[in-house]
C-alpha cells in the first residue's frame, strides 16, 4: 500500500466511509451555491486505474444492485419492418461480462501495456461517463432519457421506446438496447420502436438516499472516488501530478463526471484496449453538443435583421414616395 | 397558378418561406430515428440525414433563417397592413401552428443548453406540441396550396407588389 501515501488529500472517510450524506452530498445539500459553470454541482468520480486489481467486485456488485431493473422481454418478439429493423436479444446471454449489455451496466476493460520497460496489466472498469451535457439524454426525441440535477443520466425504462439515438450519439457506445420489453409494445410494435435501452444509471436512487453506488461500496481497493466534480477534478490532476499520470474525462465531450487517471497516456492506452460494440474506446472527443448550440447567437440575430430589413424598406419607401411627391 | 411564372418570381419571399419549411420538416424528422430504418437514408445524397449531429445542425441553421423571414414578414406586415389587407382565415390558422412550433422549438433549444433541467414531462409535451403543430401546418399548407388559398382575405391584395 506505499501507493496510498500519494493518494490525493480528499477525504476518502466522508466520502466512502460515511457514505454520500455524511460528505452532504445528498440531493440540494451540496447545491446551495449557484453553479458558476454547468457541473459544478454535478456529482463526479475519480477512477484510478492503477488501483484496479481487475476482481470484478464492482461488476457483481452492480448486477446485484439492479438486477431487479434488468429487462424481462416477453417472447416470441413482435416482426418488425421493415426487416432492417434487427432484433437486440441479451436475455438468454446475460452472463456476458466481456462488454456493455442490457444486463451488465460496467465491466472490466483490458490493456497490457509497458510502463517504464516494465509490462503491466491494467484493469480499467467502464460504464457510462454521465457527461455534464450528455447528447444521450438531450437528444433523445422522445424525453424518456433524463439528466438529474446532481449529473445523473438516466433512461426511464417506463418510456423508451429503443430506438437507439441515444447509442448513436454516445461517443462511448454506451446504451445498449433489449428488444421485446417496454412501451413500444403498446403503440406500434411492427414498426416504429424496438424495445429499452440499458444503461448505468450510477445507481440514482441509491446516491438520492445518501448511500454510495453499489460499484464504489463494493471495491476493496477504492479504486472510484466519488464527490463535488470541481474537488474531483483537482484530486484527479492531484493524483496525476503525484503518480505522473494521465487524465481523462475532464474536457472529453464537453466534460464529464468521471475522470480516469491513468499510469500511461491515454493514446498509448487506447492501443492496447479492445474496442467495439458495447466496449467504449479511450478517444479524444469535442463537444458534440457544441456544435449546434454556436447557431443559438444566428438564432437570435436572424430576426432582429429580418425585423431591421423591414423596417429599413418600410422608410426607405415611404421617403421615395414622399420625394415622389 | 394558371400563367407560368416569370424566372424572378422563383426567389420571391413565398418560395424561400416553402424551401426553408421543407428544409427544418426534412431535418426535423431527422431528429427521430426513422431515416435509417426506413432506408431513406440509402438514397445517395441523403446519407446525412442518418447523422444526428448534422441533421440537428441544418434544423438549427433552418431554424435561424424561418425566424428571421418570419420576423421580417410580421414587422412588414405591422407596418403595412392597410395596403396589405386582413389575413385570411387560412392565414390565422398557419400564424397559430407557426407560433406554436416556434416557441416549442425555442424551448428545445433552450434544454439542449448545458445546464438546463427539464421535468421529462416539460420535454414530452413539447415534443408533442412541435411535432403535431409541424403535422398540422404541413397539411393546411398543402390544402393551401392545392386550393390556392393565399394569406390575405383579399386576393387581389395579395399579388406582389412592386415595393
Ligand atoms: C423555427 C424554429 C424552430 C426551432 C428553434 C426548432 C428546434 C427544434 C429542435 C431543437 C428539435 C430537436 C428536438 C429535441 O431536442 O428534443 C426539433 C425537432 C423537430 N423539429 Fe423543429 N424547430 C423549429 C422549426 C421547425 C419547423 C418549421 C419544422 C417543420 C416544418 C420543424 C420540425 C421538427 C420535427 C419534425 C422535429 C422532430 C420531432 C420532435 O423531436 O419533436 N421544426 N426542432
Ligand atoms: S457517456 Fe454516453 S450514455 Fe453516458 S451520459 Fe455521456 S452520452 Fe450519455
Ligand atoms: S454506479 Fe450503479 S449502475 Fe452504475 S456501474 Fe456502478 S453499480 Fe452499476
Ligand atoms: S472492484 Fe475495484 S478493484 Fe475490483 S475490478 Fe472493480 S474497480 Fe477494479
Not at chain 1, 450510477?202 to 466534480?229: K, M, N, S
Request: include cysteine; proline fraction near 7%.
Amino acid at each position: 500500500m506505499s501507493r496510498g501515501s500519494k493518494r490525493p488529500t480528499l477525504s476518502r472517510r466522508a466520502f466512502l466511509k460515511g457514505g454520500l450524506a455524511a460528505a452532504g452530498l445528498v440531493a440540494g445539500a451540496g447545491t446551495a451555491n449557484a453553479a458558476l459553470t454547468p457541473g459544478d454541482d454535478h456529482l463526479a468520480t475519480l477512477i484510478d486505474i492503477s488501483r484496479c486489481i481487475g476482481c470484478g467486485e464492482c461488476v457483481a456488485a452492480c448486477r446485484e444492485a439492479n438486477r431487479s431493473e434488468y429487462p424481462q422481454p416477453k417472447k416470441p418478439f413482435p416482426k418488425m419492418y421493415p426487416p432492417r429493423a434487427k432484433v437486440a436479444d441479451w436475455s438468454d446471454k446475460q452472463a456476458v461480462d466481456d462488454r456493455l449489455t442490457p444486463y451488465n451496466w460496467l465491466y472490466i476493460q483490458q490493456a497490457t501495456i509497458t510502463v517504464a520497460g516494465e509490462e503491466r496489466d491494467l484493469t480499467i472498469p467502464r460504464r457510462c461517463m454521465h457527461c455534464v451535457n450528455p447528447p444521450c439524454v438531450k437528444l433523445c426525441p422522445w424525453g424518456s432519457a433524463k439528466q438529474l440535477e446532481n449529473g445523473i443520466s438516466r433512461i426511464d425504462s417506463e418510456i423508451c421506446l429503443g430506438g437507439s439515438k441515444c447509442n448513436k450519439v454516445c461517443p462511448w457506445d454506451i446504451p445498449q438496447r433489449q428488444t421485446g420489453v417496454g412501451l413500444y409494445l403498446d403503440l406500434l410494435p411492427n414498426f416504429a420502436g424496438n424495445g429499452v435501452m440499458y444503461k448505468c444509471h450510477r445507481c440514482h436512487a441509491r446516491v438520492a438516499a445518501g448511500e454510495l453506488p453499489a460499484c464504489i461500496e463494493a471495491c476493496p481497493e477504492d479504486v472510484q472516488t466519488i464527490g463535488p466534480r470541481r474537488e474531483i477534478i483537482a484530486a484527479a490532476h492531484e493524483l496525476a501530478k503525484a503518480v505522473g499520470g494521465y487524465v481523462y474525462g475532464e474536457a472529453e465531450n464537453g466534460g464529464t463526471n468521471t475522470l480516469y487517471v491513468s499510469p500511461v497516456p491515454f493514446e498509448t492506452l487506447r492501443e492496447a484496449i479492445e474496442t467495439g460494440p458495447g466496449q467504449p474506446d479511450l478517444q479524444p472527443v469535442k463537444d458534440t453538443m457544441a456544435q449546434a448550440n454556436q447557431l443559438i447567437s444566428a438564432m437570435v440575430m436572424a430576426p432582429i435583421a429580418g425585423a431591421a430589413a423591414a423596417i429599413g424598406k418600410f422608410y426607405a419607401a415611404t421617403r421615395s414616395s414622399q420625394e415622389e411627391g | 397558378m394558371s400563367v407560368p411564372p416569370p424566372i424572378t418570381k422563383l426567389f420571391t419571399r413565398h418560395t424561400l418561406y416553402r424551401a426553408l419549411l421543407f428544409l427544418c420538416a426534412l431535418t426535423g424528422f431527422g431528429q427521430m430515428p426513422i431515416y435509417k430504418r426506413y432506408y431513406l437514408a440509402d438514397i445517395p445524397g441523403f446519407g446525412w440525414l442518418a447523422d444526428f449531429y448534422v441533421t440537428r445542425f441544418v434544423h438549427y441553421l433552418g431554424a435561424a433563417l424561418l425566424l428571421g423571414l418570419l420576423a421580417y414578414t410580421v414587422a412588414d406586415y405591422l407596418m403595412r397592413r392597410r395596403s396589405i389587407g386582413s389575413p385570411s382565415w387560412s392565414a390565422w390558422v398557419r400564424s397559430a401552428l407557426l407560433a406554436t412550433i416556434v416557441t416549442s422549438g425555442i424551448f428545445f433549444v433552450a434544454k439542449n443548453l448545458a445546464g438546463a433541467y427539464f421535468p421529462p414531462t416539460a420535454i414530452i409535451v413539447g415534443n408533442l406540441l412541435h411535432l403535431g403543430a409541424v403535422m398540422g401546418l404541413l397539411a393546411v399548407s398543402s390544402y393551401c396550396l392545392l386550393f390556392g388559398k393565399g394569406w390575405t382575405s383579399d386576393p387581389g391584395i395579395h399579388k406582389p407588389k412592386r415595393v
